[in-house]
């Protein structure tokens, strides 16, 4: 099956500083990629969706200004938390949508673990 | 509102018993249904997916089932191992621009010895 890579799985950072998150489609291209955050025991929480060479639509609640995420290629996005705090702590999770025909699969990354100090 | 809910919350089980799960569904216009396996701090894992025409799907020992009339599908795991012990989230997709997935809140099962 397809595979999704995220990089770091892991991150500790300071309160104040900013941290960048890969996401990467390895076996196929995907125009579309989606960030999610999870908070222990809960669901996946949609952030924002990532289009190849355009802005990304932020779901309602999410600053974009704080979430920067870049769509560079087919095969990369990148979540950039600047500014992080402590209430910034979660797992991060991306997803590449890839087009199969009868509609649209849509894979998972193994998620980041953001801790900040 | 599209909406997606899962019961139980949480589930125990024992080692080698069966159990289901179950989804319903508010998500309109219907595309296709999920389910995935989450292990702890890690990504989820698609298990199944059902588009409007299917009423069953199997993976192994995991078998899904959907009614596209009544909006509801289970997740039925047979003969379960301690290795099942995850969350299970319940996924519909909509047929619409976007085609926007919409997440249950998941079981959580685990499975004991």
């Known amino acids: 099956g397809a595979v999704v890579s995220q990089h770091p799985s892991w991150v500790i950072c300071k309160s104040g500083t900013s941290v960048k998150i890969e996401c990467r489609s390895l076996?196929?291209?995907?125009?579309?990629m989606f960030w999610y955050r999870q908070f222990p025991k809960q669901s996946l929480m949609l952030m924002a969706t990532s289009n190849e060479g355009s802005k990304a639509t932020y779901e309602q609640g999410v600053e974009k200004d704080k979430f920067l995420i870049n769509h560079a290629s087919l095969t990369l996005s990148t979540l950039t938390v600047t500014s992080a705090h402590p209430e910034d702590s979660s797992f991060y999770i991306c997803s590449a949508r890839a087009n199969r025909g009868w509609g649209y699969e849509q894979y998972f990354g193994p998620g980041t673990r953001l801790t900040v100090t | 509102k599209n909406q997606v809910e899962q019961s139980p919350q949480s589930l125990i089980i024992l080692e080698g018993k069966n159990c289901t799960l179950q989804?319903?569904?508010?998500?309109?216009?219907?595309?296709?249904l999920r389910w995935y396996k989450q292990d702890t701090g890690r990504g989820p894992v698609s298990l199944t997916i059902m588009t409007f025409s299917e009423n069953t799907k199997s993976n192994g020992r995991y078998t899904a089932t959907l009614d596209a009339d009544t909006k509801q599908s289970s997740l039925h795991i047979t003969a379960s191992q301690l290795s099942d012990s995850a969350s299970y989230i319940c996924?519909?997709?909509?047929?619409?621009?976007?085609?926007?997935?919409?997440f249950g809140g998941g079981t959580r099962l685990m499975v004991k010895p």
């Open positions: 989804c319903n569904y508010t998500v309109s216009p219907f595309s296709n």
């Open positions: 996924v519909v997709g909509g047929n619409n621009a976007g085609n926007m997935l919409t």
């Open positions: 076996d196929f291209q995907a125009t579309t």
